[in-house]
């Protein structure tokens, strides 16, 4: 069984910046794609950022994009998130997740484990 555990977020100015962690037990992280995303009250989740299982590909939403970068350590089990720059509408919940497969992910659907999320506020 594989646990996700996020931490890192909390309340911050903005323009300010805060990094997210995602740690995960067993022993395949390094097999599997790893991503970001988010969910505010009455919306969708939605994507934000996933890297490939080596850490060699990396892709974005446009919202986020040259504000934001996904990162892991695979002798960690970790994977983060930087987020720069941040604006009052990236206050959501943050979900890591690990992908079903080792190449970027960018939906859902491409993702079976996940995290119990963590709030990221930004305030204006």
């Known amino acids: 069984q594989v646990q996700l555990v996020e931490s890192g977020g909390g309340l911050v100015q903005a323009g300010g910046s805060l990094r997210l962690s995602c740690a995960a037990s067993?022993?395949?992280?390094?097999?599997?794609?790893m991503g970001w995303f988010r969910q505010v009250p009455g919306k969708e989740r939605e994507f934000v950022a996933t890297i490939s299982s080596s850490g060699g590909t990396t892709y974005y939403a446009d919202s986020v994009k040259g504000r934001f970068t996904i990162s892991r350590d695979n002798a960690k089990n970790t994977e983060y998130l930087q987020m720069n720059s941040l604006k009052p509408e990236d206050t959501a919940v943050y979900y890591c997740?690990?992908?079903?497969?080792?190449?970027?992910?960018?939906?859902?659907?491409?993702?079976?484990?996940w995290g119990q999320g963590t709030q990221v506020t930004v305030s204006s």
């Open positions: 067993g022993r395949t992280f390094s097999s599997y794609a």
């Open positions: 997740a690990r992908g079903w497969a080792s190449h970027v992910l960018t939906t859902i659907n491409g993702y079976n484990y």
